[in-house]
Nanobody
Framework: QVQFVESGGGLVQPGGSLRLSCTANGSIFSGYVMGWYRQAPGMERELLARIFNGATTAYADSVKGRFTASKDNAKNTVYLQMNSLKAEDTAVYYC???????????WGQGTQVTVSS
């Protein structure tokens, strides 16, 4: 079963930026719609962005205009560039296929993003 590995999180001040990366132990990104998700404490996991085949993207209203998702099939990596970060962006961030396919792909550990002054 393929598992995702997210990285790039950390502590950042409001208004700052981070770039998250996600890789997988298998060449899958070119064949599936990929998604970036996040889960804040006590909240449901939230879909933030989708990366379609052909690199078209779509975003949740909460991050539109601030976050940019992309992928590099040659590097088997998807990215999430996050700008103008707000305290409410604090969460654990994950990538997975969209929709998730739990029989094929496991959720990774995620990467913690904390936005605080």
């Amino acid at each position: 079963q393929v598992q995702f590995v997210e990285s790039g999180g950390g502590l950042v001040q409001p208004g700052g930026s981070l770039r998250l990366s996600c890789t997988a132990n298998g060449s899958i990104f070119s064949g599936y719609v990929m998604g970036w998700y996040r889960q804040a404490p006590g909240m449901e996991r939230e879909l933030l962005a989708r990366i379609f085949n052909g690199a078209t993207t779509a975003y949740a209203d909460s991050v539109k205009g601030r976050f940019t998702a992309s992928k590099d099939n040659a590097k088997n990596t998807v990215y999430l560039q996050m700008n103008s970060l707000k305290a409410e962006d604090t969460a654990v961030y994950y990538c997975n296929t969209y929709p998730p396919r739990p029989r094929l792909f496991s959720w990774g550990q995620g990467t913690q993003v904390t936005v605080s002054s």
